[in-house]
């Protein structure tokens, strides 16, 4: 029997990351990054419209009734047969779907698309810091989600890898650790800082503070163990940015919210910017006890 529709739309969107990360790499590699400048400290290079028109077009065509959102905005989805992702991950295809992910409607599911977290680092060679993020929410909240990290160095020498999670399976792709218990390490923005953003890191009196680029490479930091808490007190990030990441850690133990504790709604009308920041904590860190710490930040 043919497996439920979550199942195969994460397994296509597992193989639709890894070939928008082949893109990425391509358009690196070519040297012509055809940077468009979208707003304020907020780029838009041709390695972003390039992923994204690749992931929706595959996922599109298989799904043409599911409802999918791309940071990019509308996408020309007529895209060359190469760029057509057409199979599943087939390891992902022979696992057990969770049993209150049997029966979702085609209505119910909205798929968050951020082709390339990360730009102004992948623009400034920061490549490690690069994701592809598609994030599928089941009515408005984040259920599953891959992370793939296209200049990931595996021990072969071959780059790129894929992390996935689904909320009552688990994670796959990395190999899951804890951070240590002695110290209390945070990773926050290297590119979007502000006064309030440091205020709430000083707030919380970190050992350690990781600037890095990307909401998914922070989260990867994190599930990864190298970091308890990613800590972003102001507006900027978007649905795109945090309904992947929010899934895979999640799906681990850990959490996702804004910096009042609420989880954001990824339902289809919603707005997208995550107005009131991100705070993320793993699974041995107590999400509340941050959240009181940050009670006082006039965000
Ligand atoms: N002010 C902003 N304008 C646009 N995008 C932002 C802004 N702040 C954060 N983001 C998005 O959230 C991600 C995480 O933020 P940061 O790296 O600052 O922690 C960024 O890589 C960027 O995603 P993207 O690169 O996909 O546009
Ligand atoms: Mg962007
Ligand atoms: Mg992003
Ligand atoms: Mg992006």
Redesign the pocket.
Known sequence: MSQPTLMRLTALSINAAKRAGAIIRDVMQKGNLGIVEK?K??LQTEADRSAQRCIIASLSLAFPTIKIIG?EGGSDLDVCKDWLVTQGDEDFLNRTCPEQWLDVNDNEFVVWV?P?????EYTQGFLDHVTVLIGIAVRNSAVAGIIHQPYFKNPGGELGRTIWGLKGLGTGGFIPNEPPKETFIIT?????SNTIVQAALEALSPTEIIKV???GY?VLLLLEGRAHAYV?ASP???KW?TCAPEAVLEAQGGKLTDILGYHYSYATDVDYPNKKGVIATVKSVSHSDVITKLKNLNM
Do not use: N
């Open positions: 707003g400290d907020d940071e951020d390339l977290d990360g730009t102004s926050t923005t290297r590119s979007h680029g990307g909401a922070k972003f900027g990030c978007k940015d």
